[in-house]
Every structure is written in C-alpha cells, then in structure tokens.
C-alpha cells in the first residue's frame, strides 16, 4: 500500500512546501497554502508495468501539412487566434470577472454552430438555463449548440467521446472541474492541473480544439498553476475597464500564431462588436484644444492603432511628487521624467505627473515615448499641441529620438483618419516615404521638440521666446512651472 504524501500547494502559483507556513516564499501571497494529498496524482489503474513501445522518427527535410484551421466566424477572434482553432488545439481564456468572457464564447460558439459545426459549452457555473438566458438576450437562442452542466471530467469525456467528435467544446470554466485521481477539493491547484490534463489529452486523442475559461486574480494573473499556461497551445487575455464599453482581446502564448495581435471589440446591449476601425473608435471623444493631449500612432500586431495620450503635471506640496500611469509602463514614465531633467533641463521634482491612455488600450512598445514626452511637456508649460499631428519615436536615454519599426503603416493609419503631420525620428525619415500625404516633423533629440513645445507655451502668454530652437528655456533650467 502507498504512503500518503501530504504537501501544503500554494492556491495561486502551485508552489509545494513540506509545512504550512504563512506567507508563500514563490509569489509572496498570504494565507494561500492548503494541505494536499498527492499520493493519488497518479492512480495505480493508470500506471502500466508493460514495456514501452517503439516508435519511428523522422527527419527534419520532410514536409508537413498545414495544420487545418477552424474559423469561428469573428474577425477580431480569428485575428488573435492566428486565422481560427486548430484542430487538437488548447486554449486558455482569462478575464476579470463580468468582463464579457462567456458573451464572447456565446457569440463565438453560436456562429460556429449555425456554420454546420458540432459545438458542445460545458458550463460548470452556470446552470443549462442561465445559459439560455444569455443566448436569448444576444438572440443566438436557436443556435444548434449543445449544452450542458457537469464539473465532473470523466463523465465529460465519457459524454464526448460518443457519436461525432466536436469541433469545438467550451470550458467554463476550468477551476470548477474535478476529476477522481487526485483527492483533493474542486479549485485546488492539484484538481486544476490534473483536470486541464485529461481535457489535453483529450483534445490531441480526438483532433478536437478545446477552450478553458480561466479565473483571474486581483493582480490580473490567471488563477491556477502557471504549468497549466505552459500546457496549453495558447494564452488569451480578455482586457477592458468596467466603466468602458472598449474590451481587447489579447494573445499572450500562442503556438499556432502571432502574440502580438490584438481584437478590439465594443460591449453593446446586445453583445459584444467588432470593432474593425479601432483607432476611430479611441479618438471618436477626443479633447481638442486642451494642453497635455497627443496622439500616439502604435502599432498592435500588424494592425496600426491611434490613441490619446493625456498628461497632467501640476505642482505638488508633498515632499515626494506623485507619479501616476494607467496604461503605460510606469518604469518607462520614470525613464522619460529623467531624461527630460538630465538632457531637457525640464525639472519636475516638484511637480506630480499623471499619465493616462485614453480608452483603456494598454501599450507596451517603447515607441509611445516621444507622445508621452509632448504630453507632459505640454501640460507642464500650458501649451496646446497641434490637433491634427501624431507622435511616435524611441527615446535613449542619451536624448536621442531613435526610429521605430513599421513607420509607413503608422502614417498610412494616420492619414485616413485626417491628420495632416507627424512628429518622427530624424533616422525614419527615409523610411517613411512619400506616399502618406502628411507634413514630417523629424526630430534628432529630444531637446528639439522640447523647445518647439516651449515656444508655443512662450507665445500664449510667456515673455520672451526660446533664443535658439534647440536651446532649452531658462524657466526649465530655474525649475519654474
């Protein structure tokens, strides 16, 4: 007979430890560690004493098919996804809690299933009728999907595994089911790796493509064991802010496609949009006119996207300046903050500094630095900056404004929503090319565009310009706001 083994998991990263303890040394976490029994993660009916068997290997000059897509009839889906589900797929989606996961599975699914796809949504949440409930709210009731409740994993697979396999199964989610070779609660971390296990290996016995809803955390992590991403075929996150109809669909992992893509969709009262034009939609309730705005022109993927940028700088009474960011790597603000100091001579210790992305995008290149920099030297002199130009641009930390990647799809972007310039690296002039329509502001350093954004600030209302275009204001050498 086996000894049992107890171990004490942690609930939010799966890390193991011989004695409880109150604090998790893996992710710092309080109070998260359980006792477990992990003697029966393997069962004995499973272990086999026969030899292995052998199996043929192959070269690496062989050619392979291309792995048959299955498109889920959303364009933003089919754009994170990589052009659709692979057959014998795994994908994982998390999301905030009402963030919109099981309306976009809905929809997803519902479109699939009037497609002539066998679609099967294991709910093991919700009851069949809540379910229901939702699909008559978005009007897919009579989409041919198969539904049911269970939490149970052998009786999902036993359940599927009879007639056709389906195309596509839906788990909702993944923290619910439990399965009886290991004897622990539902929602432990040893029932989630052990249940995602059998759901793969069942996908990858069968060729049918699976989606996990995962839980996420007050950090924004996906509950559960981070070996349960590594498993997976693909991470998708489901961002958005409850006060915003804006909700991005993003790939973190994905084996069968790009990570850097994005899908934009709006939440409507009647389900999720797509929204095919993401850049109007972030700039449709744009300030116009109001010092510390720019209009930062990114690149998602393969898909350009322009969005506001706002800056608040205003003179503080504490003895430490706040510095606050939403949507932008706040190590990145700091960066820019001192290099503006440094080489600009714009002294900000004793000013707080907000930074905002309008929208609620999250933006992770580096190219955002130069709008950020007009942002806050703008609202930091009270200057409005042109409304109809964008900004985009690398900063070292030397000063120099340095090119950015894909710099002809951001000024294509930008001039079909009707700007008419844009501010750019000196060095991505060449690149740029003439057939954008737009007036080039190239830049070589950031004391350039400093001192055209002071001059402005000067003739609202200052008493004397800048001497020389690159000189720096004397107000800024004084640390004067």
């Known amino acids: 007979m086996a000894k049992n083994t107890l171990s004490f998991v942690c609930q939010n990263c799966g890390a193991a430890y011989n004695r409880w303890q109150g604090k998790c040394e893996s992710c710092g976490e309080w109070n998260t560690l359980a006792e477990e029994d992990t003697s029966g993660s393997v069962p004995v009916s499973i272990r086999s004493k026969r030899k292995g068997r052998t199996f043929a290997l192959e070269s690496l000059a062989g050619k392979s098919p291309d792995a048959p897509r299955l498109s889920s009839g959303m364009t933003e889906l089919d754009r994170v996804t990589g052009g659709g589900f692979v057959r014998g797929s795994v994908l994982l989606v998390g999301g905030d809690p009402g963030i919109g996961k099981s309306t976009l599975l809905t929809q997803a699914t519902s479109m699939m299933a ?19 409930l939702r699909a008559e709210r978005l009007g897919l009731s009579d989409a041919p999907v198969q539904l049911a409740a269970e939490t149970s994993v052998e009786d999902i697979v036993s359940t599927l595994s009879e007639g056709a396999v ?24 040893t029932q989630v790796r052990a249940s995602a296990q059998a ?6 016995k069968t060729g049918a493509a699976i989606i996990l809803v995962g839980h996420v955390t007050k950090d924004g992590q996906i509950a559960g064991p981070r070996v349960v991403e590594h498993m997976v075929d693909a991470v998708l996150s489901f961002e958005g802010e409850g006060s915003q109809q804006f909700r991005i669909l993003r790939a973190v992992k994905n084996r069968f496609g790009p990570t850097d ?4 969709f709006e939440m409507t009262g009647l389900g999720l949009r797509e929204v095919t034009n993401p850049s109007e939609l972030f700039l449709s309730e744009r300030d116009l006119g109001t010092p510390g705005t720019a209009v930062f022109a990114g690149i998602e993927g393969t898909r350009p996207v322009l969005v506001e940028l706002q800056a608040l700088v205003a003179p503080t009474s504490l003895g430490t300046p706040r510095r606050a960011v939403v949507g932008w790597d706040p190590s990145r ?3 820019v903050l001192a290099v503006l100091e440094a080489h600009c001579g714009v002294k900000l210790s004793g000013h707080d500094v907000y930074l905002n992305v309008a929208g609620g995008l999250r933006i992770h290149e580096p190219a955002a630095d130069l709008a950020a920099a007009a942002a806050l030297v703008s609202s930091l002199v009270n200057a409005q900056l042109p409304t109809d130009a964008v900004y985009f641009g690398e900063i070292s930390l030397s000063g120099v404004v340095r090119p950015v990647a894909q710099t002809p799809a951001r000024l294509k972007e930008a001039a079909k929503l009707g700007f008419q310039r844009a501010v750019l690296p000196e060095s991505a002039r060449g690149d740029a090319g003439g057939d954008a329509g737009l007036s080039l502001n190239a830049v070589n350093s950031l004391t350039t565009l400093v001192a055209e954004i002071a001059a402005r600030g000067s ?19 004084r640390g004067e706001g």
């Open 459 to 477: 003739r609202r209302g200052e008493s004397s310009a800048p001497a020389e275009k690159n000189a720096t204001p004397a107000r800024f050498r």
């Open 333 to 335: 603000l700091s960066m």
């Open 199 to 204: 759901l793969i290996r069942f996908a990858k």
């Open 261 to 264: 893509e994005i899908g934009v």
């Open 166 to 189: 389906p195309r596509l199964i839906v788990i909702d989610s993944i923290q619910t089911m439990w399965t009886d070779t290991v004897e622990s609660a539902p929602g432990t971390v």
């Open 114 to 132: 009037r497609a002539g796809h066998r679609i099967v949504y294991i709910s093991g949440e919700e009851a069949v009728a809540q379910v229901r």
